[in-house]
């Protein structure tokens, strides 16, 4: 079954270090999203990509960057880890309906990533 | 931007009852509204969604209504079961080549038996 994957599921590091997450995806969709989810608030959106040259910032991007290196794969990094960088990473994909009807397509999220800095 | 606001926060049912989840949004633009339901340890999974140009839409015992003109729309959940019990978050989106969800904090509900 077409798929959104993420690596790692768990990632215990230390405040400082560099930290690169990764979702891959096999549902051949165009546009990929990074969101953080935290307790009491909800999924905040880091940064979304409509494609390969396609990079947006979203409501939550500082001490974050990303790489859109082809389709399928979407890395998000924390270049600086700090303590309240500590949540859960979900990257999701939708769909390219949006080529022909301008129309919003279902997200599908990958499995999400724990990430803890200490 | 937008502004999505979820309430309640949390909410506890009997088995059987019905739920009612409520979210307001600030765009007048936003016309593409999904829930999304978060089953503990799991990823956030689409359960039902409307758009702007209906004012209900129903999915067995899933109901969404929409009202436009005071930017509110609700989640009904009839007879409710254990396995409901979840997080539920709302969005909204415009749509167009730019469009991107803004979710609500999400509501926890847990039903009784």
């Known amino acids: 079954d077409a798929d959104v994957t993420q690596t790692p599921r768990n990632r215990i590091t230390k405040t400082g270090k560099r930290i690169m997450l990764e979702c891959s995806q096999t549902?051949?969709?165009?546009?990929m999203y990074w969101y953080r989810q935290d307790p009491g608030l909800g999924l905040r959106l880091i940064y979304y990509?409509?494609?390969?040259?396609?990079?947006n910032k979203g409501e939550i991007s500082d001490g974050y960057s990303v790489s859109r290196q082809a389709q399928a794969k979407f890395s998000l990094s924390l270049e600086s880890a700090i303590p309240n960088q500590t949540a859960l990473y979900f990257c999701?994909?939708?769909?390219?309906?949006?080529?022909?009807?301008?129309?919003?397509?279902?997200?599908?999220f990958g499995p999400g990533t724990r990430l803890t800095v200490l | 931007g937008e502004n999505v606001e979820q309430h309640p926060s949390t909410l506890s049912v009997q088995e059987g009852d019905s739920a009612v989840i409520k979210c307001t949004y600030s765009?007048?633009?936003?016309?593409?509204f999904p829930w999304y339901k978060q089953e503990l340890g799991k990823r956030p999974q689409l359960i039902i969604d409307?758009?702007?140009?209906?004012g209900e839409k129903k999915d067995q015992r899933i109901a969404v209504t929409l009202n436009k003109t005071a930017k509110h729309f609700s989640l009904h959940i009839t007879e409710t079961q254990p396995e409901d019990s979840a997080v539920y978050f709302c969005?909204?989106?415009?749509?167009?080549?730019?469009?991107?969800?803004?979710f609500g904090t999400g509501t926890r509900l847990q039903v009784t038996l």
């Open positions: 999701a994909t939708s769909g390219n309906s949006w080529k022909t009807s301008g129309g919003m397509d279902e997200q599908f």
């Open positions: 549902k051949g969709h165009d546009r």
């Open positions: 990509s409509f494609d390969v040259k396609d990079i």
């Open positions: 765009d007048s633009a936003s016309n593409y």
């Open positions: 409307i758009r702007s140009n209906v």
């Open positions: 969005a909204a989106s415009s749509t167009g080549t730019a469009s991107k969800l803004t």
